[in-house]
């Protein structure tokens, strides 16, 4: 009896020491991971450094600045009078020391702005006189280091704006359950064309969402002949449709000056139709570079969807006969594939952000357009004897074009100030809406919806509630 207590106090002296040493090795534990700083789960030691997050805002203004002006100058250049014998060319503009400094500016509630002046050269052809001044072409509003700019003595942000990328689109419908294909072909500046295809298989064309016209009146106003259409299209043209001999028994036009009537009969109704008129008005309407223009980007595109390579010079960025014919091909090779998918208009490969720089330039354009046309109107007026280049040349509509823009623009904003993390995000917001964007009442769900592109490029939770729901957003951390 005795040796059996004695044996059972041995044991359990064995279980409590035994849990004793536990706890101690538990605690032990515990005290060597407190007493570490940092534990690191991931295999690779470094970090991605934040970029410089108003990037976007500085390098759009210093392309302005460095690029962008002097494109506008290059459009306008040279302004020539009626009679051919005045000719005046602007050159090396630059930007003066501004004025004030920014605090000044604040307290004045004045704009940062700067003068913005340039060469004027005057070439009179009679005489080979060549008349050289500098001119004035008005206050120009000059970034801050935080991307900014103070306009009456408030700090403003000039949102960037979401926009559909110019180019071409292949669209697809249905119609008594057939697919049928069409395309949309998008300038940045001028009219646009909506190509579809009908049940029949004739393919019909609207100019500026006019009524349509079979796209044959439209390649045969470009120059191209019934021969040379059946001739462009034999290779392609090979399915159970003929398109092409479709639309040519449907077209009511048989020869070139039918087309420019019938054409000009769509886009202007009520107005008198001649031949004369109509190829003039065609003829500048797409081919004229003041009045179309694809711009680098939608050449770029064009070049891409089309697999051409021309190069972005200013003859290459209005619409080209050879560049129709290449979107009808595939328009035909679409609606011959049972398996063809449209292009997806939402993607963000389809489209583009216009930053600060690009939106004066748009804005700008239309005042040195202004000008150029003053200053014609003024040269058929003075005095050629005592006339210089200051005379001829006025800046006001450059000044007002500016002026309104950072006044009364809608992606001008008010700056928001509530703190410091505000102000950043306001800096790299994205707008679809704007000069040449949607409208809150248009805008139907597919556009304000997260699409799979967004990710990683624009954040899908930050978008205000209510009616610009979608339409405004924020660019991810690293998106450029």
Known sequence: MTLFVNAQRVVMGIVFMSKSKKELRVKKRIGSSSSLSKRKFFKKSFMVSLPNLIESQTDSYNWFLEKG??????????????????????????????????????????????????????????????????????????????????????????????????????????????????????????????????????????????????????????????????????????????????????????????????????????????????????????????????????????????????????????????????IIKEIIRLNNDPLAQADDIDHLGNRRVRGVGELIQNKLRVGMSRMARNAKDRMSTCDVETVVPGQIVNSRPVAAAVKEFFSSSQLSQFMDQVNPLAELEHKRRLSAMGPGGLTRERAGFEVRDVHHSHYGRICPVQTPEGPNIGLVGQMATYAR
Do not use: C
């Open 69 to 326: 002006f002097q494109d506008l100058i290059d459009e306008v250049n040279p302004v020539k009078d009626s009679s051919g014998n005045l000719e005046v060319n602007i050159s090396g503009f630059y930007l003066d020391e501004p004025k004030y400094i920014e605090s000044v500016s604040k307290e004045k509630n004045i704009s940062f702005e700067a003068p913005l002046k340039a060469r004027a050269s005057l070439l009179i052809k009679k005489t080979g006189e060549i008349r050289d001044q500098e001119i004035y072409l008005g206050d120009f509003p000059i970034m801050t280091d935080r991307g900014t700019f103070i306009i009456n003595g408030v700090e403003r942000v000039v949102v960037h704006q979401l926009i559909r990328s110019p180019g071409v689109f292949f669209t697809m419908d249905y119609q008594k359950g057939k697919k049928t294909f069409g395309a949309k072909i998008i300038p940045n500046r001028g009219a646009w064309l909506e190509i579809d295809t009908d049940y029949d298989g004739v393919i019909s064309v609207k100019i500026d969402r006019k009524r349509k016209l079979p796209i044959t009146s439209l390649l045969r106003a470009f120059g191209q002949s019934d021969a040379m259409m059946r001739k462009s299209f034999a290779d392609i043209n090979r399915g159970d449709i003929d398109y092409i001999e479709t639309t040519l028994h449907k077209d009511i036009s048989k020869t070139a000056g039918e087309s420019y009537k019938e054409i000009y009969k769509r886009v202007r109704p009520g107005d008198f139709a001649t031949e004369e008129n109509a190829k003039q008005m065609i003829d500048s309407m797409f081919f004229d570079f003041d009045k179309y223009d694809f711009g680098s980007v939608g050449r770029y595109r064009l070049n891409q969807r089309l697999e051409v390579s021309l190069s972005d010079e200013k003859e290459n960025r209005v619409l080209m006969v050879s560049d129709l014919i290449l």
